[in-house]
Each structure stands twice: as structure tokens, then as C-alpha cells.
């Protein structure tokens, strides 16, 4: 059964600050890798999505890494501004391209 | 485009009541629709794939009888919580994929609150 974690559970940090999110999966099968953006009780925002004969992928200040080896991503966040708070959610799919399993989350907030 | 619509965006209704949540993709065809639960402070749980056409498959744990899916056209999936209690409340999500995809990437809809008194 694939588990995805993500470390830090919670972050904050002064506006300005470059900073990186961590994801962890435990089943290394994985047809992609997502990054989504989720503000407090609405949908999802689709950041990144890396394939996985990827390594990485890029937008704006978002980096985003894929080592399927070893069951870690990263989420690069440079020059942070107020309003990337929010919570940052990974997902792998797997299940022939079916299933997608989102991590636990980490909570940002970016300070003035 | 891949836009993904639901409604109603919240609703709020009484113990033992059903509830339909509408999910549609706005501009283009989506032959795999999934449906989300989030509860508060966690992540999101897949409870059903639907695919057009077809039955639903749900992941274990997930009661078919309860939780009543029908994707009847390539645009619109339908979930109705049958006879709704307050654990069922929770935050409903669901997701497209578009019917020739090469990425399997599925697109959200902006989220159904339930709240069941």
C-alpha cells in the first residue's frame, strides 16, 4: 500500500525566505508526482506535476525534484511572499494510472 | 481549459436525509471521474473511481450502498450520500481526467461542503 509523507507537518517563515518542502513515498512505482496548493477550505490548485522519467520540473519560483529511487520529492519555494501561505499537498499515482495518493501536507505561512 | 465544476459548493441538511453532489468537467470529456473525502486537518482520501458508463469501483472501507455514484455522460458524475449522518460530514472533492490523456493528470473541482446536524 503506498504512503506518502510530508515534512515538515508546519513551517513558517519571514517573507523573503527560499525554502523547501519534502515528500516521501514508500512504493517507488509511480506514473507521476504532483504538487498542489490548497487554501483553507477550498479545492486544489495544481502546482508541478513531474512524470516519473522526470527529474524536475519548474514554474515562476516553484522548483519541484523527483528521485523515484528513493521515494522523495521536494517542493523549492524561492523568495516567499505572504501570499504562498497556504497548505502544500504531494500525490503519487499509481494503480495503472488510477490511483492517487496525497501526502499528509505541510502547513505554510509566510510572515511579513 | 480543464475546468472541473461542483455543486453545490455547500450544503447543510438534517440526520437521515440524502444529498446529491454534481461534478462536471466544463470543457472536455472525462470518461474517469474521482471522488474525494477530506476531513478536517487531514489529507485526501479516494472513495470511488467512476467511470462512464460503468459501476463505480470504491476503496475499501467505502460503503457502495451509502455513497451512490453515476457518471451517466462523459461530462457529469453525481454522488449522493444516502441517508446522511454527522460523521458524514466532511469536505467532498472530486477530479476529471480527460478521456485521451497521456499524463493521467485528473483536474479538481473546487470542493463540496456537507454539514449534517
Known amino acids: 500500500k503506498q504512503e506518502v509523507t510530508q515534512i515538515p507537518a508546519a513551517l513558517s517563515v519571514p517573507e523573503g525566505e527560499n525554502l523547501v518542502l519534502n515528500c516521501s513515498f514508500t512504493d517507488s512505482a509511480i506514473y507521476n508526482l504532483q504538487w498542489f496548493r490548497q487554501d483553507p477550505g477550498k479545492g486544489l490548485t495544481s502546482l508541478l506535476l513531474?512524470?516519473?522519467?522526470?527529474r524536475e520540473q519548474t514554474s515562476g519560483r516553484l522548483n519541484a525534484s523527483l528521485d523515484k529511487s528513493s521515494g522523495r520529492s521536494t517542493l523549492y519555494i524561492a523568495a516567499s511572499q505572504p501570499g504562498d501561505s497556504a497548505t502544500y499537498l504531494c500525490?503519487?499515482?499509481?494503480?495503472?494510472?488510477?490511483?492517487?495518493?496525497f501526502g499528509t501536507g505541510t502547513q505554510l505561512k509566510v510572515e511579513l | 481549459g480543464a475546468v472541473v465544476s461542483q455543486h453545490p459548493s455547500w450544503v447543510i441538511c438534517k440526520s437521515g436525509t440524502s444529498v446529491k453532489i454534481e461534478c462536471r468537467s466544463l470543457?472536455?470529456?472525462?470518461?474517469?471521474m474521482f471522488w474525494y473525502r477530506q476531513f478536517p486537518k487531514q489529507s485526501l482520501m479516494l472513495m470511488a473511481t467512476?467511470?462512464?458508463?460503468?459501476?463505480?469501483?470504491?476503496e475499501q472501507g467505502v460503503e457502495k450502498d451509502k455513497f451512490l455514484i453515476n457518471h451517466a455522460s462523459l461530462t457529469l458524475s453525481t454522488l449522493t450520500v444516502t441517508s446522511a449522518h454527522p460523521e458524514d460530514s466532511s469536505f467532498y472533492i472530486c477530479s476529471a481526467r480527460r478521456t485521451q490523456s497521456s499524463y493521467n493528470e485528473q483536474f479538481f473541482g473546487p470542493g463540496t461542503r456537507l454539514t449534517v446536524l
Open positions: 470543457d472536455f470529456q472525462a470518461t474517469t
Open positions: 513531474i512524470q516519473s522519467s522526470q
Open positions: 467512476s467511470n462512464e458508463g460503468s459501476k463505480a469501483t470504491y
Open positions: 500525490a503519487v499515482l499509481t494503480g495503472g494510472g488510477n490511483k492517487l495518493t
